[in-house]
């Protein structure tokens, strides 16, 4: 298992690497120019020249890049060119927000996906069956801030059982840390909660028809054991996938759900710095969320090893 | 059944934090400080006196009341208000904005010379008395006021204020062009050498271009609010991007301005999110949009209405380089023409904004009584393009944002004219440079000037922004001047009446509306105060908490 953690670990380097090229190259060919966006209406070209000199952005962006680069290595993304904030700082107040919304839409997806589900395969053809099948089509149908502006306005600000808006880190309050991201998990999960339903009813009833299940069964062993101990494991592995995806997706869903509710996370800055041609800001959020994506990427393929021994012995 | 309990006890997890976390006393940090505060009038005079109204201050505005007044005077700073605010500014360098809603947050940190009040009348600031001729600008300076780390104020930092404004590209640079040298006199007093006759300097003053920041902070500081640089009633205790806490200066000349203890603006873009914040009590103020106003009024939060800015359509071409069509007055006339001020307020404001047809309200020195500029009028608008000879136009604007509903109105219009205006996205600011740039011909844009000189600088002097191709119009330069020369405020204000006449003649200037500035509060804990003319604008400076 190990040695399976450091492969992966070692291949992610050059995917990172792919990462920084396209992250520096593609804010270069955004439409525009930073110097533009900050000077405003002093954007003369001879201001827009000086400011781009003075910004290094007149370099050769080989140059550029290395530049960049070897900084961020270190963990130095340089200034916003917008707010003159260390981009670091911003990345270290706001993605643990984001992380811990899209960490809670995580845990919903996959309690109301897996036992959801579950159910649905235990009971195929049968009312809850069909049930669990329309709501998930539902839940694959509305989308994330649809559900999230519902749940704000009904349980946020009618019935007030929520926050409507609003953050509390868990070294504040680690109950009001959870109070909080209640709702924003739930906008976010429920989507992915129908994903994983689907995949896990499908995976089991495949499972289930498979003969070492009747085996299990001709022996005597309770039906229960041997749908949790032997069913759920093997069905776990395309569901597996589907949550290595949609994890992705969470981060990405973020964006939208903490707007809603009015969290300080680095959706809300990362929409604004793109539109305002936010060069180092934009490109610290990229490489984190790509690193973050990365990481969880490997996770998911290291515990293929722990559900498919196959995977190991390869 | 392991499965069971895994999830029986995480519903119970959550059930338990639930709990928690409804407890009134654990409430988040967001929740406001809703204690009522007993009130009595016990401050000290503002020295508001001291000032000399009988300079060239004496042509300000006339003021018009505010839009409420506030509720109680207390006998100092208390409690907490929470406002949740859909932008913030970008950066504390005061210099570098030209985007009215910043003076919310700006005149909280920092004092100019002269200070704006929510009338958009002025009060001596940072200064206590000046005389102003068309050669000097002399100001006697408040003494023993010093920064929020203590650094003293006097007239070195004045000077050393107003030539790094001079130099600030864009507007900020362009409203000091009139202050050729700045001589120190002693620390308590300062001369403004003068290139020429200024009108709207004291107004210039109070806004971005006179605020007065600790030259001891470096820029990087400065600009990212990490060190707190002026001399005003509140102190930066933080800042990042989705908030800001402001703590009451302690040492403030004029405690009057000193309303509660602490200040919270919470960044929210989404519309919905600030209602939330305020019905849910999360925020004791919000900035709302129009279709939230029922809702508001309905969940029992009453909504505060003043008087934003001016909307207009600005003919940046009017030389007609890039449209050679806009060169053409019946052309701009005939655009005039078609834009159905009703249609657009009702549509967009739902009949909040007032229809305009110049740009400085009755009361105003530079309102022209009786003037009708270019009302709906498709039919006139097809003679006036017949007889230009002119079919198919077709332009082309930048838009992002709040311009965007602003250009589909008009686009929509012209239409009706036969006239096609395409809507190209760009992002925020971008359409300010373009312009810039001589790359666009016309736009929907905001009024921003308070005074009519400054009108002139900004949208018809030829060495301007908004006046790409410098375009010298002498019909509207010869009455400017003639202000200019003016030896009474009544001729002065005669003169500046014609010249803003000329402009909405020639179509120059084509006025459309004023948008409404609309914001819920909580009145347990403070009226709202809003700032005349400026969109988003409240005057936080004038707000105490509920008695």
Same mark, same amino acid.
């Given at each position: 298992?190990?040695?399976?953690?450091?492969?992966?670990?070692?291949?992610?380097?050059?995917?990172?690497f792919?990462v920084?090229?396209?992250?520096?190259?593609?804010?270069?060919?955004?439409?525009?120019?930073?110097?533009?966006?900050?000077?405003?209406?002093?954007?003369?070209?001879?201001a827009?020249?000086?400011?781009?000199?003075?910004?290094?952005?007149?370099?050769?962006?080989?140059?550029?890049?290395?530049?960049?680069?070897?900084?961020? @290595?270190?963990?130095?993304?340089?200034?916003?060119?917008?707010?003159?904030?260390?981009?670091?700082?911003?990345?270290?107040?706001? /993605?643990?927000?984001?992380?811990?919304?899209?960490?809670?839409?995580?845990?919903?997806?996959?309690?109301?996906?897996?036992?959801?589900?579950?159910?649905?395969?235990?009971?195929?053809?049968?009312?809850s069956?069909?049930v669990?099948?329309?709501?998930?089509?539902?839940?694959?149908?509305v989308?994330?801030?649809w559900?999230?502006?519902?749940?704000a306005?009904? /349980?946020?600000?009618?019935?007030?059982? /929520?926050?409507?808006?609003?953050?509390?880190?868990?070294?504040?309050?680690?109950?009001?840390?959870?109070?909080?991201?209640?709702?924003?998990?739930?906008a976010?999960?429920?989507?992915?909660?129908?994903?994983?339903?689907?995949?896990?009813?499908?995976?089991?009833?495949?499972v289930?028809?498979?003969?070492?299940?009747?085996?299990?069964?001709?022996?005597?062993?309770?039906?229960r054991?041997?749908? @949790?101990v032997?069913?759920?494991?093997?069905?776990?592995?395309?569901?597996?996938?589907v949550?290595?995806?949609?994890?992705?997706?969470?981060?990405?869903?973020?964006?939208?759900?903490?707007?809603?509710?009015?969290?300080?996370?680095?959706g809300?800055?990362?929409?604004?710095?793109v539109?305002?041609?936010?060069?180092?800001?934009?490109?610290?959020?990229?490489? @984190?969320?790509?690193?973050?994506?990365?990481?969880?990427?490997?996770?998911?393929?290291?515990?293929?090893?722990?559900?498919?021994?196959?995977?190991?012995?390869? | 059944?392991?499965?069971?309990?895994?999830?029986?006890?995480?519903?119970?997890?959550?059930?338990?934090?639930?709990a928690?976390?409804?407890?009134?006393d654990?409430?988040?940090d967001?929740?406001?400080?809703?204690?009522p505060?007993?009130?009595?009038? &016990?401050s000290?005079?503002?020295?508001?006196?001291?000032?000399?109204?009988? *300079?060239?201050?004496?042509?300000?505005?006339?003021?018009?009341?505010?839009?409420?007044?506030?509720?109680?005077?207390?006998?100092?700073?208390?409690?907490?208000?929470?406002?949740?605010?859909?932008?913030?500014?970008?950066?504390?360098?005061? !210099?570098?904005?030209?985007?009215?809603?910043?003076?919310?947050?700006?005149?909280? %940190?920092?004092?100019?010379?002269?200070?704006e009040?929510?009338?958009?009348s002025?009060?001596p600031?940072?200064?206590?008395?000046?005389?102003?001729?068309?050669?000097?600008?002399?100001?006697?300076?408040?003494e023993?006021?010093?920064? !929020?780390?203590?650094?003293?104020?006097?007239?070195?930092?004045?000077?050393?204020?107003?030539?790094?404004?001079?130099?600030?590209? &864009?507007?900020?640079?362009?409203?000091?062009r009139n202050?050729?040298?700045v001589?120190?006199?002693?620390?308590?007093?300062? %001369?403004?050498?003068?290139?020429?006759?200024?009108?709207?300097?004291?107004n210039?003053?109070?806004?971005?271009?006179?605020?007065?920041?600790?030259?001891?902070?470096?820029?990087?500081?400065?600009?990212?609010?990490?060190?707190?640089?002026?001399?005003?009633?509140?102190?930066?205790?933080?800042?990042?991007?989705?908030?800001?806490?402001l703590?009451?200066?302690?040492?403030?000349?004029?405690?009057?301005?000193?309303?509660?203890?602490?200040?919270?603006f919470?960044?929210?873009?989404?519309?919905?999110?600030?209602?939330?914040?305020?019905?849910?009590g999360?925020?004791?103020?919000?900035?709302?949009?129009?279709?939230?106003?029922?809702?508001?009024?309905?969940?029992?939060?009453p909504v505060?209405?003043?008087?934003?800015?001016?909307?207009?359509?600005?003919?940046?071409?009017?030389?007609?380089?890039?449209?050679?069509?806009?060169?053409?007055?019946? %052309?701009?006339?005939?655009?005039?023409?078609?834009?159905?001020?009703?249609?657009?307020?009702?549509?967009?404001?739902?009949?909040?904004?007032?229809?305009?047809?110049?740009?400085?309200?009755?009361?105003?020195?530079?309102?022209?009584?009786?003037?009708?500029?270019?009302?709906?009028?498709?039919?006139?608008?097809?003679?006036?393009?017949?007889?230009?000879?002119?079919s198919?136009?077709?332009?082309?604007?930048?838009?992002?944002?709040?311009?965007?509903?602003?250009?589909?109105?008009?686009?929509?219009?012209?239409?009706?004219?036969?006239?096609?205006m395409?809507?190209?996205?760009?992002?925020?600011?971008?359409?300010?440079?373009?312009v810039?740039?001589?790359?666009? &011909?016309?736009?929907?844009?905001?009024? *921003?000037s308070? !005074?009519a000189?400054?009108?002139? &600088?900004?949208?018809?002097?030829?060495?301007?922004?908004?006046?790409?191709?410098?375009?010298p119009?002498?019909? %509207?330069?010869?009455p400017?001047?003639?202000?200019?020369?003016?030896e009474?405020?009544?001729?002065?204000?005669?003169?500046?009446?014609?010249?803003l006449?000329?402009?909405?003649?020639?179509?120059?200037?084509?006025?459309?509306?004023?948008?409404?500035?609309?914001?819920?509060?909580?009145?347990?804990?403070?009226?709202a105060v809003?700032?005349?003319n400026?969109t988003?604008?409240?005057?936080?400076?004038?707000?105490?908490?509920?008695?």
């Open positions: 298992m190990a040695r399976t953690l450091a492969f992966r670990l070692v291949a992610a380097v050059p995917l990172v792919l920084s090229l396209l992250a520096f190259g593609l804010v270069h060919l955004m439409p525009g120019s930073a110097s533009e966006t900050i000077l405003g209406d002093a954007a003369t070209p001879e827009v020249a000086e400011l781009d000199a003075e910004l290094g952005l007149d370099r050769p962006i080989i140059e550029q890049y290395w530049n960049w680069a070897t900084d961020a @290595v270190q963990g130095d993304f340089g200034r916003s060119l917008i707010t003159s904030r260390d981009v670091s700082d911003t990345l270290v107040e706001r /993605f643990p927000v984001t992380i811990s919304i899209a960490m809670g839409g995580l845990v919903v997806a996959l309690m109301i996906g897996v036992v959801g589900g579950t159910v649905a395969a235990l009971r195929q053809g049968r009312l069956d069909r669990i099948s329309l709501l998930t089509a539902s839940g694959l149908a989308p994330n801030f559900v999230a502006v519902l749940l306005f009904y /349980f946020g600000v009618e019935r007030d059982w /929520f926050p409507a808006i609003g953050y509390v880190g868990p070294t504040e309050s680690i109950t009001q840390w959870i109070y909080h991201l209640i709702l924003p998990s739930l976010l999960g429920l989507g992915s909660a129908a994903v994983i339903a689907r995949q896990m009813r499908g995976g089991l009833l495949d289930l028809d498979r003969p070492y299940i009747r085996a299990a069964r001709a022996k005597g062993l309770r039906y054991r041997v749908v @949790v032997h069913a759920m494991k093997n069905a776990f592995i395309p569901v597996i996938t949550v290595g995806f949609q994890a992705s997706v969470m981060i990405g869903g973020a964006v939208l759900v903490e707007q809603i509710f009015g969290m300080p996370g680095i809300v800055q990362v929409v604004g710095a539109l305002s041609q936010d060069m180092p800001l934009v490109q610290g959020v990229v490489m @984190v969320s790509a690193v973050i994506v990365i990481f969880m990427n490997t996770l998911i393929d290291v515990s293929y090893a722990y559900f498919d021994p196959r995977v190991r012995l390869s | 059944m392991r499965v069971r309990k895994w999830f029986v006890l995480f519903l119970l997890l959550a059930l338990f934090a639930a928690c976390g409804s407890d009134d654990n409430a988040a967001v929740i406001s400080d809703r204690d505060v007993s009130t009595a009038n &016990g000290t005079d503002n020295d508001g006196s001291d000032g000399d109204p009988s *300079s060239d201050g004496g042509d300000d505005p006339t003021p018009t009341p505010t839009s409420s007044s506030p509720s109680a005077a207390p006998t100092g700073p208390s409690g907490e208000l929470h406002y949740a605010v859909p932008l913030a500014p970008a950066s504390f360098d005061a !210099h570098s904005e030209n985007r009215d809603f910043g003076m919310i947050f700006y005149t909280l %940190v920092y004092d100019g010379l002269v200070n009040q929510a009338d958009n002025l009060e600031g940072l200064a206590t008395e000046w005389e102003i001729s068309p050669t000097e600008a002399r100001f006697t300076l408040r023993g006021v010093t920064f !929020h780390d203590g650094t003293p104020f006097d007239a070195e930092v004045v000077k050393w204020n107003i030539e790094k404004a001079k130099v600030t590209p &864009g507007t900020t640079g362009a409203l000091m202050i050729d040298s001589e120190v006199v002693s620390p308590t007093e300062v %001369v403004f050498n003068m290139t020429g006759p200024d009108p709207d300097l004291l210039n003053l109070a806004r971005f271009p006179g605020m007065m920041m600790n030259p001891n902070v470096s820029p990087e500081d400065l600009a990212s609010g990490a060190v707190s640089a002026g001399t005003g009633p509140y102190v930066i205790a933080s800042r990042n991007e989705s908030e800001l806490v703590e009451v200066n302690p040492n403030y000349f004029d405690p009057d301005d000193q309303g509660f203890e602490k200040l919270t919470t960044t929210l873009t989404d519309d919905e999110a600030r209602y939330n914040a305020l019905v849910s999360e925020a004791d103020i919000a900035t709302m949009r129009v279709f939230q106003l029922a809702d508001a009024e309905a969940a029992g939060f505060a209405q003043a008087p934003a800015n001016f909307t207009f359509l600005h003919f940046h071409d009017i030389g007609g380089n890039l449209i050679p069509e806009f060169a053409d007055v019946r %052309v701009r006339q005939a655009i005039a023409h078609l834009i159905n001020r009703e249609g657009w307020n009702a549509a967009i404001a739902r009949g909040l904004g007032n229809p305009a047809v110049q740009v400085f309200d009755q009361g105003s020195p530079w309102h022209i009584d009786g003037y009708e500029g270019f009302p709906y009028d498709p039919e006139r608008a097809a003679e006036l393009l017949a007889e230009a000879g002119v198919n136009l077709t332009f082309e604007v930048p838009s992002w944002g709040i311009f965007n509903a602003w250009h589909q109105a008009l686009s929509a219009m012209l239409a009706e004219g036969g006239i096609t395409n809507i190209r996205d760009v992002p925020p600011g971008q359409n300010v440079t373009e810039a740039q001589q790359q666009v &011909g016309a736009s929907v844009t905001i009024w *921003s308070v !005074h000189d400054t009108a002139f &600088g900004n949208w018809l002097s030829p060495p301007t922004i908004w006046n790409p191709w410098d375009v119009v002498a019909s %509207v330069i010869g400017y001047q003639a202000a200019l020369a003016a009474s405020i009544d001729e002065q204000n005669a003169a500046f009446r014609a010249m006449q000329e402009a909405y003649d020639l179509a120059w200037i084509v006025p459309i509306y004023r948008n409404p500035t609309i914001t819920g509060y909580d009145p347990e804990v403070a009226e809003l700032w005349d400026i988003l604008g409240l005057y936080v400076r004038d707000m105490v908490p509920a008695s």
